[in-house]
């Protein structure tokens, strides 16, 4: 079994900063891409950030310029470093990654595993 566990979200005022992190354990053989994720009251989970095994990233067009996603391979972790945050920001956070883990007979699955969610209010 695998579990994601998120930490670093609060309360800040806008133009403030948090930084989130995730960690990974269990189960584990590898991990490839990693991101994060909101899901704000009566909205749909929307995409903030991800990252592949390789350090490449990716960012949704409003936090470009804002937020910073990068993750440690060797501690199974991945973070968010978020800055000049705005209001619209507020959200539950969640963390995700395509895990890896290897059973008996060599064999491999895949899955896609969640955290629990962590909860980031930007008062105006």
């Known amino acids: 079994q695998v579990q994601l566990v998120e930490s670093g979200g609060g309360l800040v005022q806008a133009g403030g900063s948090l930084r989130l992190s995730c960690a990974a354990s269990g189960s584990i053989f590898s991990i490839n891409d990693m991101g994060w994720y909101r899901q704000a009251p009566g909205k749909q989970r929307e995409l903030v950030a991800s990252i592949t095994t390789g350090g490449n990233t990716n960012y949704a067009d409003s936090v470009k310029g804002r937020f910073t996603i990068s993750r440690d391979n060797a501690r199974n972790m991945v973070y968010l470093q978020m800055n000049s945050l705005k209001p619209e920001d507020t959200a539950v956070y969640y963390c995700?990654?395509?895990?890896?883990?290897?059973?008996?007979?060599?064999?491999?699955?895949?899955?896609?595993?969640w955290g629990q969610g962590t909860q980031v209010t930007v008062s105006s």
């Open positions: 995700n990654a395509a895990i890896t883990r290897r059973f008996a007979l060599g064999n491999y699955r895949t899955s896609s595993e």
